[in-house]
C-alpha cells in the first residue's frame, strides 16, 4: 500500500496547474484560429504557423475536449495537411533549419499525440494519417541512416540549412517511428516493397521492442 500523500501540497498544485491554464487560455489561445501563439509584450500574439503552436494540445493544457478538433481546423486553414512527407515547421524559406521546407520528428510527434487525443472518428483517422505518411517517408527515402530532418518540398529527400550539415541516425528520427509503429503498427504500410533499403537502424529498433514485449514487467 502506497504511502499516504500530501493533500495540502497536491491541492496546491492543483491550484497552481489551474492559473496556468487560465494564463494560457487568456494570452495564447486563439478561440477563431483554434491554436496558441506565442505572445509578444509589444506586438501581441505572433499569428505565424508553427506546429508548436499546438504544444499545448500535445501537454494536455486544456479542458473542452473540442479542443482537439478546432486544432485540426487549424491545420487545414494553414493548408499544411497538404504536405506528403510531414508538417513543416513553418511555412517561411529562410534557409534555416528549422523553417520550411524542413519536417522535424519531434513536431510531428507534437502534432500527432496532441490530434490522437480527440474522440471525433475525423480526427483520428486525420492522426493516422498523418503518422502513415511519416513513416512512409521514413521508409520511401533511400537515405541510410535516416536523417535529423526531411525536405518536404523535395519527395521527402533529406533536409538542409542552417550551420550544420544534416546529422544522420538522429535519435528522435528513429524513436518517432518506433513510437508510431507501436501506436498504429497494424495498420501502417510502408508505401514500398520490403527490400534492403529499409532502414536498418528501424529494423534493429523493432527487434529490440519485439524482444522487449517477451520480458515480464
Request: glycine share 8%; proline share 9%; charged share 20%.
Amino acid at each position: 500500500m502506497p504511502p499516504p500523500g500530501n493533500d495540502s501540497q497536491a491541492e496546491r498544485y492543483r491550484n497552481l496547474r489551474a492559473q496556468r491554464l487560465a494564463a494560457l487560455n487568456a494570452l495564447l489561445w486563439d478561440e477563431q484560429k483554434g491554436a496558441w501563439f506565442d505572445y509578444d509584450t509589444e506586438k501581441g500574439k505572433n499569428l505565424e504557423f508553427y506546429p508548436s503552436n499546438l504544444a499545448p494540445l500535445w501537454a494536455g493544457c486544456f479542458s473542452d475536449p473540442a479542443t482537439v478538433d478546432k486544432a485540426l481546423k487549424y491545420l487545414e486553414d494553414s493548408q499544411v495537411l497538404t504536405y506528403q512527407h510531414g508538417i513543416p515547421t513553418s511555412l517561411r524559406n529562410t534557409g534555416q533549419q528549422w523553417d520550411f521546407p524542413n519536417a522535424w520528428a519531434p513536431l510531428q510527434d507534437l502534432v500527432i499525440r496532441g490530434l490522437a487525443k480527440s474522440s471525433s472518428p475525423r480526427t483520428k483517422e486525420v492522426t493516422f494519417q498523418l503518422a502513415q505518411n511519416w513513416i512512409r517517408t521514413n521508409f520511401d527515402v533511400p537515405h541510410l541512416p535516416p536523417p535529423g530532418e526531411y525536405d518536404i518540398s523535395n519527395g521527402g529527400q533529406p533536409g538542409g540549412g542552417g550551420e550544420y550539415e544534416v546529422q544522420e541516425g538522429f535519435g528522435w528520427t528513429n524513436g518517432m517511428a518506433l513510437m508510431l509503429l507501436d501506436r498504429y503498427g497494424d495498420r501502417l504500410t510502408s508505401g514500398t516493397q520490403m527490400t534492403p533499403q529499409v532502414p536498418p537502424c528501424l529494423v534493429a529498433a523493432l527487434l529490440f521492442h519485439l524482444l522487449l514485449s517477451f520480458l515480464p514487467w
